[in-house]
């Protein structure tokens, strides 16, 4: 069933049809395991059945390049973020490929937090960057449907919009009035969900020295000059 999924995902729109994207699965193990802490063992990562990493990976066609007396020019920025979109969009169409057979998925961001680490892990050498986890597994129960903001509040056309505060405000009132929103609040000793968001769950202090990190990985894996 996974060689069908991603099977089913490649077919996705991708850069000049390169295919700069692996995808690495963890099943059980120590190896395991040991992903699951650099996610900070988040119940996503040790209660599904799989995670897949998936990367932007310029490594093989960079060498099939050279095998093919071309020359390759894709150990830089634009080709990093060539790659990198192209995984995501691999990474959301094995999303949907899962849940249409009836799989539950849950992205798991922290893969950027630990990039480095995980590369390591996973043996990733040059031109491979991990960029999207995703857990994999069927799920317990149906779940509860999480709030998002109405779709004017990202649609626009033409050009996009000078709002005002109230339009603002209002474009917000989806997540603000989400109940669960509401405990999230209390729970945190917080007056707002924005407080939430910019103080506690990424904030400042935390947002640039992962950059900092993040920068410097990309340059040992010769993306950045």
Not at 37 to 45: E, R, T
Not at 162 to 183: F, H, T, V
Not at 190 to 195: D, I, P, V, W
Request: hydrophobic share 40%; charged share 25%.
């Amino acid at each position: 069933m996974l060689r069908e999924i991603v099977g089913e995902a490649m077919r996705a729109p991708n850069t000049g049809n390169m295919q700069t994207y692996s995808v690495v699965y963890s099943r059980k193990g120590e190896a395991r395991k040991a992903l699951e802490a650099l996610h900070f063992n988040q119940p996503a990562s040790t209660g599904a059945d799989l995670l897949l990493t998936v990367c932007a990976d310029f490594n093989h066609f960079t060498r099939w390049c050279r095998l093919s007396d071309a020359d390759p020019g894709y150990d830089n920025f634009l080709s990093f973020t060539s790659a990198m979109t192209d995984a995501v969009i691999l990474a959301q169409q094995i999303v949907t490929a899962a849940e249409l057979r009836g799989l539950g998925t849950c992205y798991l961001g922290t893969v950027t937090y630990n990039a480095p680490e995980i590369a390591a892990l996973l043996e990733l050498p040059e031109l491979v960057v991990p960029v999207a986890c995703l857990a994999i597994g069927w799920p317990a129960d149906d779940g509860v449907e999480s709030e998002r903001l109405d779709v004017d509040a990202i649609l626009f056309e033409d050009h996009y919009p000078q709002l005002s505060d109230d339009e603002i405000r209002k474009n917000y009132e989806a997540k603000d009035l989400y109940g669960p929103n509401e405990k999230f609040i209390k729970e945190n000793g917080k007056q707002t969900l924005a407080q939430v968001f910019a103080e506690i769950r990424y904030p400042r202090s935390t947002n640039e020295p992962i950059s900092d990190k993040l920068l410097a990985y990309l340059k040992t894996a010769r993306f950045l000059k």
